[in-house]
């Protein structure tokens, strides 16, 4: 799954992998999209409790880093393949 990285100027790429290492879940840099992005890989059995663990993972990430708004730059709402996504957390 891609995620687009948060505009907030707080939102740091390598302390939010950090976090998100830390807790057992591992993301990866993302290269199909024009803007920054991630992708949170589903390998193994995932369901609703581990998918909740990583949204929280996410914010708690975000939280340590104050980041205040997790929308992503315009230019990735602009791409015509998510235009119906909402993939910010």
């Known amino acids: 799954m891609t995620c687009f990285c948060p505009a907030d100027p707080n939102f ?3 302390q939010f992998y950090d976090v998100m290492k830390d807790q057992g879940f591992i ?4 290269k199909l999209t ?12 995932m369901d609703a409790t581990v998918m909740r663990a990583v949204v ?3 914010k708690q990430a975000q939280d340590q880093m ?3 708004s997790a929308a992503p730059r315009s230019e ?3 791409d ?3 235009r119906s996504l909402d993939l910010t957390i």
């Open 12 to 14: 740091n790429f390598g």
């Open 27 to 30: 993301i990866y840099p993302g």
């Open 34 to 45: 024009n803007v920054e992005s991630f992708r949170i890989g589903c390998i193994g059995r």
């Open 56 to 58: 929280a993972t996410a």
């Open 66 to 68: 104050q980041v205040t």
């Open 76 to 78: 990735a709402v602009a």
């Open 80 to 82: 015509a393949w998510c």
